[in-house]
């Protein structure tokens, strides 16, 4: 028996054949791939910020001088921060190396092997993948045409083995809002209730406000859109004041870094700044949505975030994401059923929806339409 084959036996058996999360395309891996340097590539793939962190960040990185003591482990002023950002009160927050960990937290605090979870599909991939490995059973709830989400499907599928229920808001990768009525109605099941608003600055939807009325309402926020500092990787919850100390109980030491807790401070005190490059997205995106729509072969969905699905009529999808990345541009396919004439582009900056444009057009001229 090989050494391969013989430590494989000691694995758990549902992860042998877990797959990895799909990450997005680093520039420097595509040299030799694509028709224009690296350094050229336009990234439209990551929902990523164009216009990167507050000028403060950089600037209190390059002279803070602890970077050789750990973090306090209790988050204290990272949550007296957050509390002024966001008008809740500190104890109701617990923050995280970004928002996947959060997501990873709060179901393992909730669910053990055999539960299940309700998830709306399609949506952000990383629900599933944290379900499957605290190995529990995903219970998919597939979304309307317009990717709405049916409260009468979620609540015929809860039994006794339910869980929790995940629900982004906007939804990635459509766009979408769900209805603060739909959310209630949900969290009115008694059960824990995951609103994920990664992209809440861009449609100013939340339900944040309700988490002191309902113990098991959980409300996720992150720092990597909006604010510029998905490098940093930082996010945080609003739950329950009970639920964020069993949070803060289970989570890794330390596990928001100095740099992220600096990038935190500066950006909070650098607001109107970075709303400003919230605001100019936001304009983008109506931009780059009318652009496309002008396409005759592509059907974008109208977006409450900082990205734009794609319908791509001629059932191509996967073509036409080759050919733009052979172009230097890089937007988001999604190789799943649900999903797969579909593309999601970032919003990036006005040059970035000409050149995306242009490149549709020449792509167009190719193929014949």
């Known amino acids: 028996m090989s ?25 420097e891996t595509l040299e030799g791939e694509i028709e224009v340097a690296a350094e050229s590539i336009i990234k439209l ?5 164009p ?67 309700i998830n709306c599909v399609p949506t952000f991939e990383m629900y599933t993948f944290f379900a499957k490995v605290c190995g529990s059973t995903l219970v998919e709830i597939p979304r309307d045409d ?54 809440y ?13 309902y113990q098991n309402l959980m409300v996720l926020r992150t720092f990597s859109k909006w604010a510029g500092l ?23 030491p330390y596990s928001v870094n100095v740099a992220a807790i600096v990038a935190v401070q500066e950006s909070l005190k650098d607001i109107d700044y970075l709303m400003t490059g919230v605001k100019a ?30 319908l791509v009529l001629n059932g191509r999808a996967s073509q036409l994401h080759q050919r733009l990345k052979e172009k230097g541009i890089l937007v988001r396919y999604f190789d799943k059923p649900l999903l797969k004439h579909f593309i999601r582009i970032s919003v990036g900056k006005p040059e970035h929806t000409d050149a995306l444009i242009k490149a549709l057009q020449e792509i167009e001229e190719e193929t014949g339409g």
């Open 51 to 117: 216009y990167g962190c507050s000028p403060r960040v950089n600037q209190a990185l390059a002279t803070y001088p602890y970077f050789n003591v750990y973090p306090d482990n209790g988050q204290v002023m990272l949550r007296q921060l957050l509390a002024g950002y966001t008008g809740v009160d500190a104890k109701y927050i617990a923050a995280g190396s970004g928002g996947d960990q959060l997501i990873d937290l709060v179901l393992r605090l909730f669910v053990e092997p055999g539960d299940e979870v």
């Open 201 to 213: 600055e861009f449609s100013g939807e939340t339900a944040a406000p309700l988490v002191g009325k």
């Open 281 to 310: 997205i936001i304009v983008e995106r109506e931009k780059l949505f009318a652009e496309l729509k002008r396409i005759k072969w592509l059907a974008p969905l109208p977006s409450q975030a900082n990205f734009i699905l794609c």
């Open 45 to 49: 793939d990551a929902n990523e910020n």
């Open 146 to 199: 317009d990717f709405a989400i049916s409260v009468a499907a979620i609540k015929a599928a809860i039994n006794e083995k339910t869980k929790a229920i995940l629900l982004a808001n906007p939804n990635n990768p459509t766009g979408t809002i769900t209805p603060q009525r739909d959310i209630l109605e949900i969290v009115d099941t008694g059960l824990p209730v995951v609103v994920d608003e990664a992209y």
């Open 3 to 27: 050494e391969e084959a013989g430590i494989e036996r000691f694995i758990r058996p549902d992860l042998t054949t877990f797959s990895a999360y799909s990450a997005s395309i680093s520039p």
């Open 230 to 252: 998905a490098g940093l990787r930082v996010g945080y919850g609003i739950f329950s004041p009970k639920i964020a100390d069993y949070i803060l109980r289970i989570k890794p």
